[in-house]
């Protein structure tokens, strides 16, 4: 689990298994159900904790579909609220980040430690 560096909004996590492979294909599927599975619980601990009212959930598979780390396969988790400034990034190249990572961070540490 890691905090994304350059979020979309609060809380955005990457979900990565250990093994570095490029594709959903190529996790075993013990590894594909560990990372359902965090995937999940990352929801649950950022719903207790943030509040959104929705989330989008998702892979970017593949240089062309914008994968960051191509040859290593992450879901996202983005925490959704109605009227954020998701649409910056879109319309003026800017995120918008109320809170800084390191302080999102030890939040989302301590709400997972008590789940």
Known sequence: M?????????GH???APYRHVAGLADLSESERNELMALLVESTAVLQCLMSPRGFNIGFNLGEAAGAGLAEHVHGHVVPRWVGDTNFMSILADT?????ALDA??????EAWAGA
């Open 2 to 10: 890691l905090l994304n560096d350059y979020p979309y909004n609060s």
């Open 95 to 99: 995120r918008v980040v109320p809170e």
């Open 104 to 109: 999102t961070a030890a939040l989302i540490r």
């Open 13 to 15: 996590l990457l979900v």
